[in-house]
């Protein structure tokens, strides 16, 4: 794969694919333009894919001024210093997670913490109580068993829509309760919510929870999985990090990078515009190769290396430009605080197996095991 996006970039850079009707784009600077530029490239998808799915509230499928003023009524409940008072919460879980583990000696990080902790944290801050999270699970696994396992079976797509069925209606109620009886959560705040004078209703509300519940899920599961697995692989450079535990946010930024969680951003054009070199035609599909571009060798001399010291580092895993990842800070404070509590439980950790999801729609580890000894 890295290869062929390698050739890519030197000889493709901006390339038609017959296949998905799209335009692709392999080099920093292109993607980096096109995800700055929202007055050309517009996240307005459903033009194009009208089978795009839930729409209205959406966020990653909104153009300014809505989306801004939309994106407004939460952006405050994902901002580092309101984060930071999730930090020992977030402690909590992972401890809760670990210790269910503890009288093992191998242990799965994909199954016993990378796929459980973004589901409960994010549970708990959109203000799902924990005895009702089987629905998200059954959605989350729904959608694993769609993108990762068998993408053109069409019953696996049923079970998708059978399960996002279920939790749009248990949104709804929800929401309705917290409408009535709003508390410090973030489904309160949307259900509470005023933009330009007018409350947002109730198809809004619960595409715009169900968009943060599932957005904040897969993506984060995919990066810690990601983090064990390349740190592991570069025993040096744990070692570091684990001398100096400074080292942890540039290691997480790094692996962001080497591996990227979401493969591409998508935009369609507004109007005719040239991209290196090329014409692109008004409304068309564009879609930005995140990896590619986050291994772009005219960006980051030696972009195969793993490297947690590279400065700068301005990696694109969660894009950039007005839909840059509102849970880009969530994210972070999960997975540092997770490999903190990691490095101070295992004095080792060796690697004893791994299983990929078998497709790169979101690359995402089913497991990975470790043998490990206890600090
Ligand atoms: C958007 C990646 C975690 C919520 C996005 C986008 C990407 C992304 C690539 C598309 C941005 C664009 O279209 O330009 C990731 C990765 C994550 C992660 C790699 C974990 C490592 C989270 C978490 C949340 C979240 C924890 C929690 C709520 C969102 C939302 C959007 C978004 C709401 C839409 C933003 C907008 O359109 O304005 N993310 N994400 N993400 N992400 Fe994340």
């Not at 977030?90 to 242990?107: H, M, N, Q, S, Y």
């Not at 917290?178 to 933009?195: E, G, M, Y």
């Not at 571009?293 to 195969?304: F, H, I, M, T, W």
């Amino acid at each position: 794969l890295y290869t062929w996006m390698r050739n890519a970039r030197d000889n493709t850079p901006v390339m038609f694919d017959e296949p998905s009707q799209s335009w692709k784009i392999y080099r920093y600077e292109d993607v980096h333009r096109v995800l700055s530029d929202w007055e050309v490239f517009s996240n307005d998808m459903c033009r194009v894919i009208p089978e795009h799915g839930f729409t209205r509230g959406n966020l990653s499928t909104m153009d300014p001024p809505e989306h801004k003023q939309l994106r407004g009524v939460v952006a405050q409940g994902f901002t580092p210093r309101t984060l930071a008072q999730l930090t020992p919460k977030i402690e909590e879980l992972v401890k809760e997670l670990l210790d269910a583990v503890e009288d093992r000696d191998e242990i799965d990080i994909a199954r016993d913490l990378s796929y459980q902790l973004p589901l409960n944290v994010i549970s708990t801050l959109i203000g799902v109580p924990r005895e009702d999270r089987g629905v998200l699970q059954r959605t989350a696994d729904a959608q694993l068993a769609l993108t990762c396992e068998n993408p053109t079976n069409g019953d696996f797509v049923v079970q998708v829509q059978k399960a996002m069925e279920e939790l749009q209606a248990y949104i709804k109620e929800l929401s309705a309760e917290r409408r009535a009886n709003p508390q410090d959560d973030v489904i309160s705040k949307l259900a509470t919510a005023t933009v330009q004078d007018r409350s947002l209703d109730e198809e809004e509300v619960v595409n715009f929870t169900v968009l943060l519940l599932l957005a904040g899920h897969l993506t984060t599961m995919s990066l810690l999985g990601n983090m064990m697995l390349t740190l592991s692989e570069h025993p040096d450079q744990l070692a570091e990090v684990r001398a100096n535990r400074d080292l942890v946010p540039d290691a997480i930024e790094e692996v962001l990078r080497y591996r990227t969680p979401v493969p591409e951003g998508g935009r369609v054009t507004n109007r005719d515009v040239e991209l290196g070199g090329t014409v692109i035609p008004a409304n068309k599909m564009v879609l930005c190769s995140l990896i590619s571009a986050n291994r772009d060798e005219r960006k980051y001399p030696n972009p195969d290396k793993f490297d947690i010291r590279r400065d700068p580092n301005p990696q694109l895993a969660f894009t950039t430009g007005i839909h840059y990842c509102l849970g880009a800070h969530l994210a972070r404070l999960e997975a540092g605080i997770a490999l903190n509590t990691i490095l101070d439980r295992y004095a080792e950790f060796t690697l004893t197996g791994l299983e990929w999801y078998p497709t790169y729609a979101l690359c995402n580890l089913k497991r990975l095991t470790f043998d490990v000894r206890r600090t």
